[in-house]
Structure formats: structure tokens, C-alpha cells
Nanobody
Framework: QVQLVESGGGLVQPGGSLRLSCAAS????????MGWYRQAPGKEREFVAG???????NYANSVKGRFTISRDNTKNTVYLQMNSLKPEDTAVYYC??????????????WGQGTQVTVSS
């Protein structure tokens, strides 16, 4: 029942910045966890950043200090501010939400992804 829509991806030069948005169809307070994952060509999908319902955040070591995850509960939206972008950050970025509100055992929801390309 949770729909996630990512936006904000695009082409940016190394050292540049982008802000990704993930708009949820429900109150994000009904999600125990929300996060961002990415998948580069030929690579497995990997964790990038996450935020719990209580507001605790966590980051992959590769983006720590450069990326910031945040949320706006009134807009049911989670953001990923990406600064000092590197070519290695090029990937499709996916929004993820885990919620046990709608299913007995909980459920992982995924957005369709948004492409981020870092290149000169």
C-alpha cells in the first residue's frame, strides 16, 4: 500500500551536488525505516543512507560526510542531499521503506529509481 516516487536525479559534474526526493503515498511515520540504495552497472544494489522512524540516521562509509538524509513529515518526503559527487556515485538510486503497519510481518517497499550520473 506504500507507493514511493523518486525524483531529482540527473547529470552533474564531479564535485557538484544533487538533492533526491522520495515522496511516499502514506505518512512516513508509518514506516519503521526509510532509506536510499543504489545500483551501478554490473554491481549489486547497495545501501547508501537510512533514517528510522525515530530519526536516527546511518550512512555507507563511501558517502559519509558527503551525503545527508533528511525528511519532511508534513510532506511525507525523504531527501538525500548529495554533495561533492564523484564518478563512483553514478548509479540508479532507489528509495526504500519498511513498514509493519499494513502487513502482519512487515514489508519492504521500493520506488522505481532515479538515475544519477556524475561525469565531466
Amino acid at each position: 500500500q506504500v507507493q514511493l516516487v523518486e525524483s531529482g536525479g540527473g547529470l552533474v559534474q564531479p564535485g557538484g551536488s544533487l538533492r533526491l526526493s522520495c515522496a511516499a503515498s502514506v505518512s512516513i511515520l508509518r514506516c519503521n525505516f526509510m532509506g536510499w540504495y543504489r545500483q551501478a552497472p554490473g554491481k549489486e544494489r547497495e545501501f547508501v543512507a537510512g533514517i528510522t522512524r525515530g530519526g536516527s540516521t546511518n550512512y555507507a562509509n563511501s558517502v559519509k560526510g558527503r551525503f545527508t538524509i533528511s525528511r519532511d513529515n508534513t510532506k511525507n518526503t525523504v531527501y538525500l542531499q548529495m554533495n561533492s559527487l564523484k564518478p563512483e556515485d553514478t548509479a540508479v538510486y532507489y528509495c526504500n521503506a519498511y513498514s509493519d503497519y499494513y502487513e502482519v510481518y512487515g514489508y519492504d517497499y521500493w520506488g522505481q529509481g532515479t538515475q544519477v550520473t556524475v561525469s565531466s
